[in-house]
């Protein structure tokens, strides 16, 4: 094991931060009255303030956050000054379950707590501590939940009713916001609603019929993205309501499941398999979780505290940690005469993410040659025109790898090892040779001596891909994700 290991953040959070900044940008660049007095000056600040502070802020967290392991002990630090400790100084370390099936590793020392979350080398910075931290009292990593999971009693949990009914205002707040607003800004000032037929009537003189219908289109279906994305949840809330009577007990013998009149009971020596699927619907985002049993099978959707109810069944049938249980797609999976699979990013879900994108490059572009040619009145300066364009350009370029990507890249396993393919580059890695994988942020790494491949989770079947890797890479230095 090397002397020192030393964990960053990964480069592509320089991404984030550069989006983040860019909207800051694009609100500067909004065509507000100038000078800015009075209330315009309060909303340009706020619209330009907050992402740009948020950028500069995460920005100097990517730059600074670092967490390093040697012989002697351990340093670390945020966006403020280094810390350290020495082995004997080092309390405790542990995995804290997080909802979502996320984790966090903490160590605990004497002068703070540390997390090694989202770092690279994580995994090597695990099995350091884990062999070097010879004073505490744990000798290696272990989930530890914030609450115990022995029972003592009869624990009961049941549907989420005040999520179910909360959905139809959620959804008619967010369907309406929008229309109120622009209700509220013409009753709201004297003359508000002229100058809104005034405004529409400019446009129509200025760029014509064509184009006016074209904006007002695209406005619309801006203002659509928003219902779209809450209604994305309708199947999970679906689900809800035919689950609305369960009543699931987790006692120390076993579970007991009841809906209605049908009822379940099984010891935890009886659970067979557990995992997490997928709610039926157009978009499968929502997740479900089903626990087979010898004397049947049950599942539930949006339980309160569901997260505490799955460590429960975890740690009792002691069957392994959940899984995801994916549904063979035939677009995205297939097999090549020498056995290997194939794993790709052609679905169903990633296809509806890259029509998005290419919907939001297709409206800047159309704005950016309305600004470039003077169509737009409230474009006030070339400023205008040249950051639309900039911002065009960009989007452009990111949708194109984006679709690139999609039909490009492809993982393939074998016998021999890990084949990755890009649209730019090939890369193998033989099993033997790979010394780590780990989860940072959404993507999953894959290193060895000659190289890293990485896929982010919207890869399809990824769950079957990251339980291959574990069981052939024998050689390397942890044994889970």
Same mark, same amino acid.
Request: glycine residues 8%; charged residues 20%; hydrophobic residues 45%.
């Given at each position: 094991?090397e002397?020192?290991? =030393? /964990? *960053?953040?990964p480069?592509?959070? $320089?991404?984030l !931060?550069?989006?983040?900044a860019g909207?800051? %940008?694009?609100?500067?660049s ?5 000078p800015?007095?009075?209330?315009d000056?309060?909303?340009w600040?706020?619209?330009v ?7 500069l ?6 730059c600074?956050q ?11 630090r945020? =966006? /403020? *000054?280094?810390?350290?400790?020495? $082995?004997?100084? !080092? ?5 804290r379950? %997080? ?9 605990e020392t ?10 690279q ?7 350091a501590?884990?062999q070097r ?9 272990k989930e530890?939940p914030?609450?115990?999971l022995?029972?003592t ?7 989420n009713?005040?999520?179910v ?6 959804v008619?707040?967010?369907t309406?916001l929008m229309?109120?607003?622009v ?19 400019q446009?129509w ?6 184009w ?7 406005l619309?279906v801006m203002?659509?993205?928003?219902p779209?994305i809450?209604?994305?949840t309708?199947?999970?809330i679906r ?6 009577e369960?009543?699931i007990t987790?006692?120390p ?16 020596d009886e ?18 979780c ?9 599942d539930?959707?949006g339980?309160?505290?569901?997260v505490?109810?799955?460590?429960l069944?975890?740690?009792h049938?002691a069957?392994?940690p ?8 035939r677009?995205?999976f ?5 056995g290997a699979?194939v794993f790709?990013y052609r679905?169903r ?8 994108m290419?919907?939001m ?5 159309i704005?950016a ?6 169509w ?14 900039g911002?065009?350009?960009f989007?452009?370029i ?7 990507q ?34 940072n ?5 894959v ?7 990485r896929?982010?989770g ?7 891909l ?7 890479s ?8």
């Open positions: 094991m002397s020192e290991i =030393i /964990g *960053r953040l480069r592509y959070n $320089w991404l !931060v550069f989006f983040v909207i800051g %940008l694009m609100g500067a909004c065509p507000f009255p100038r800015l007095t009075g209330a000056f309060w909303i600040s706020a619209i303030a907050f992402p740009l502070g948020l950028a802020a995460y920005g100097l967290l990517v600074r670092c967490v390093v392991v040697n012989e002697t002990g351990l340093r670390w945020g =966006i /403020g *000054r280094w810390k350290s400790a020495t $082995w004997p100084q !080092v309390r405790d370390f542990y995995i379950p %997080l909802p979502q099936g996320k984790r966090n590793f903490v160590v004497e002068l703070g707590k540390l997390t090694l979350d989202n770092l080398r994580r995994a090597l910075l695990q099995e501590i884990e931290a010879k004073w505490t009292q744990v000798q290696e990593w530890r914030r609450q115990s022995e029972l009693a009869p624990e009961v949990f049941e549907a009713r005040g999520e009914r909360f959905y139809p205002w959620m008619a707040l967010v309406l229309p109120l607003q209700f509220a800004g013409a009753i709201g000032k004297p003359g508000g609603m002229t100058r809104i037929i005034t405004s529409i009537t446009q003189t200025q760029l014509g019929p064509l006016t219908v074209a904006f007002g289109l695209l619309l203002c659509a993205l928003y779209a809450v209604l994305a309708g199947p999970r689900a809800m309501k035919e689950r609305m369960q009543r987790a006692s013998e076993g579970l007991i499941w009841q809906d209605g009149t049908r009822e379940i009971r099984a010891r935890w659970v067979t398999s557990y995992y997490v699927d997928t709610v039926p619907g157009w978009v499968t985002l929502s997740a479900r089903v626990v087979e049993t010898r004397r049947g099978d049950f539930w959707v339980v309160k505290n569901g505490r109810l799955m460590n069944v975890k740690h049938a069957l392994g959940w899984k995801r249980k994916e549904p063979v797609k677009e995205a297939e097999v090549s005469t020498s699979h790709t679905t879900e990633v296809r509806a993410l890259m029509l998005l290419t919907f490059a297709l409206a800047c572009c704005s040659f309305v600004n470039a040619v003077g737009n009145p409230r474009a006030n300066t070339k400023a205008d025109a040249i950051f639309g364009i911002l065009a350009v989007c452009v990111g949708c194109l790898w984006a679709w690139l999609y039909w490009r890249f492809e993982i393939r396993t074998d016998v021999s090892g890990l084949h990755a393919q890009s649209w730019c580059r090939k890369n193998f890695l033989a099993w033997p040779q790979v010394r780590e994988y780990e989860i942020d959404g993507f999953f790494v290193r060895a001596m000659n190289g890293t491949i896929f982010y919207l890869l399809d079947r990824v769950e079957e990251k339980g291959e890797i574990q069981e052939r024998i050689n390397s230095l942890n044994r889970n994700w």
